[in-house]
């Protein structure tokens, strides 16, 4: 099975960006992994809140194929902790999905049309981060998936 994290607009900050490129790497060695970044739609300064995130979700539907399993990082999707993110994880690879997609939203959220296609909503926190953060948060928590179901020592309970 394909991971692939799906994101709207590059990361300016270099640090954070550092980061999450390390943590992409470290994953390769589990699973196949691919961040995907997304150009921010062109004029957004010109459209409203509704029209910028239909335009984020046809970029983000152009990226996912009939096949794949699409879950929107959402505040309103379902909690996890890490081990049980890591179990979940675990089911996901034995099942028959071939390409796993997770997707992060642009700064208004998901257009009705994502929502829609999406076969689930993974939340990372009640709490709101960056969108920048979020792909930090959430390649850490991937990674520290993989060692979890590796029985690797990076994560302690």
Do not use: W
Request: proline share 3%.
């Amino acid at each position: 099975m394909k991971v692939t994290l799906l994101a709207i607009g590059k990361t300016d900050n270099r640090f954070l960006q550092e980061l999450t490129t390390d943590y992409c790497k470290r994953l390769n060695f589990y699973v196949p992994f691919e961040f995907v970044c997304i150009p921010d739609v062109k004029n957004s300064r010109n459209l409203s809140a509704a029209e910028q995130k239909e335009k984020e979700g046809e970029l983000i539907l152009k990226q996912t194929g009939n096949s794949d399993v699409l879950l929107l990082l959402d505040e309103h999707g379902k909690e996890y902790r890490s081990v049980e993110f890591a179990e979940f994880m675990r089911k996901k690879m034995l099942s028959s999905c071939k390409n796993l997609l997770f997707a992060i939203g642009g700064p208004y959220g998901f257009s009705e049309n994502v929502y829609n296609r999406a076969d689930g909503l993974v939340s990372l926190s009640r709490m709101t981060f960056s969108h920048q953060m979020i792909r930090l948060i959430f390649v850490e928590q991937l990674y520290r998936a993989m060692t979890i179901l590796k029985g690797e020592p990076y994560h302690h309970e």
